[in-house]
């Protein structure tokens, strides 16, 4: 799955705030898979001279050059499996964590009145 595209080539893309990507496209492109100090893996993405793939796209008749940056980490399994698109990341922080417990003791929304 391709992200976007947004930021330079679609400022009025619905990811977009205050100039960037919320989604934090284009990624980065490294030569390993690391986890940063937020938790979060920042995935081997391979740059063209490195073995990465590069394609053109036209989008609203002008071409773009979608490379690594841009593919959305997904499940090809989990994607088959469900037939729908299925974006997967794996976190590594307390913060996720507490995130995944307060959503899941998360009761329904109400108001009391008294």
Do not use: Q
């Amino acid at each position: 799955m391709i992200h976007g595209p947004c930021g330079a080539f679609n400022n009025n893309s619905s990811c977009m705030s205050d100039g960037k990507c919320t989604k934090r496209y284009p990624r980065k492109l490294v030569s390993d898979t690391i986890t940063g100090n937020d938790g979060y893996p920042l995935y081997r993405r391979r740059s063209v001279e490195d073995g990465g793939k590069s394609v053109v796209l036209k989008v609203r008749n002008i071409d773009i050059e979608v490379d690594n940056r841009w593919i959305v980490p997904y499940s090809p399994l989990l994607s088959k499996t469900f037939k729908a698109h299925i974006n997967v990341e794996y976190c590594n922080s307390v913060k996720s964590i507490k995130y995944i417990c307060k959503y899941v003791n998360k009761g329904s929304d109400m108001a009391v009145f008294g």
